[in-house]
């Protein structure tokens, strides 16, 4: 599988706050979900990746080339969709639509019109009137109307309703059907990457925790629960757990050694919230 977009050395520093050293990979056709806590750096992140922020290290390579070289060409091949409105409140959707299709050179104004239908989008809507979440769809319908070969999106789901999350979902799958392409996006809603991500990113205090197959990681942890007596024998084994007078839950990443020596703990499959709080505990 070849890389899209390759991440060496990244650093950036605000105050107290650092991205250390954050090294990725972004594969084709690959939808990855980057997580992490509120304040963990993901934003920022993005934002240097796009050279919205200058970054104080680092190098960033989009199919191969330094996207220092070109950023032009680099941010004509890519869709962005932020979590904050990023347009001019004063104009309507199609004032605003013309001051941005100029600058993709594959723009798709019949893609465009159709992702304005689906999203019940009028051209004559003023911006500043949208709802969060209509800003959104907005936002998402810009970047996915210029052939992008790589959609990057910080927390694009926020604000949605169920139903428009699982048209998003919908959306980008069949964004991928293409080939060739690839989605890196950021979100609190860990429940989305279950249905649509391929790999998973976590960073914590700026620093990268793991890279990993989502299907893979969600193999190797396991929720574990069991009487407090156990407790202090299989404390070793966990990566977390917490505890009260009745019993603990845990999790971990030796399942079957903990149930091979104390078969009367329950084992329950463990979902991508449960391994992230249990990496950021």
């Excluded at 605000?14 to 990979?25: C, K, P, R, V």
């Excluded at 050279?51 to 004509?76: C, H, M, P, Y």
């Excluded at 911006?127 to 790589?150: D, F, P, Q, R």
């Amino acid at each position: 599988m070849a890389s899209i977009l390759e991440v060496s050395g990244l650093r950036k520093s605000y105050g107290n706050f650092e991205l250390n050293d954050i090294s990725f990979t972004i594969q084709e056709d690959c939808i990855t979900g980057f997580i992490g806590a509120n304040g963990a750096g993901k934003s920022t992140t993005i934002y240097s990746l796009l050279n919205l922020v200058r970054r104080e290290a680092g190098t960033i390579t989009f199919r191969g080339k330094d996207i220092s070289a070109d950023e032009r060409l680099f941010k004509d091949k890519i869709g962005v969709v932020f979590d904050s409105s990023s347009f001019y409140d004063e104009l309507t959707i199609q004032e605003m639509t013309s001051l941005i299709a100029p600058s993709y050179s594959e723009w798709n104004q019949r893609a465009y019109q159709e992702y304005l239908d689906m999203f019940s989008l009028q051209k004559e809507h003023i911006i500043g009137m949208l709802s969060k979440g209509m800003k959104m769809k907005y936002a998402l319908a810009l970047a996915l109307s210029h052939n992008a070969e790589l959609l990057i999106m910080d927390e694009p789901t926020s604000g949605l309703d169920p139903f428009m999350r699982k048209q998003f979902i919908r959306i980008l799958k069949t964004y991928m059907e293409a080939g060739s392409r690839a989605v890196f996006y950021s979100t609190h809603n860990t429940t989305d990457l279950d249905q649509s991500a391929d790999m998973l990113i976590m960073i914590h205090a700026g620093t990268i925790l793991f890279e990993e197959n989502k299907d893979a990681l969600l193999e190797k942890f396991r929720i574990v629960k069991g009487d407090v007596k156990l407790l202090p024998d299989i404390q070793p084994f966990m990566l977390n757990f917490d505890k009260s007078n009745y019993g603990f839950t845990g999790i971990t990443d030796k399942a079957e050694k903990i149930k091979a020596a104390y078969p009367e703990v329950l084992i329950e499959r463990a979902a991508i919230e449960d391994i992230m709080l249990a990496y950021i505990k």
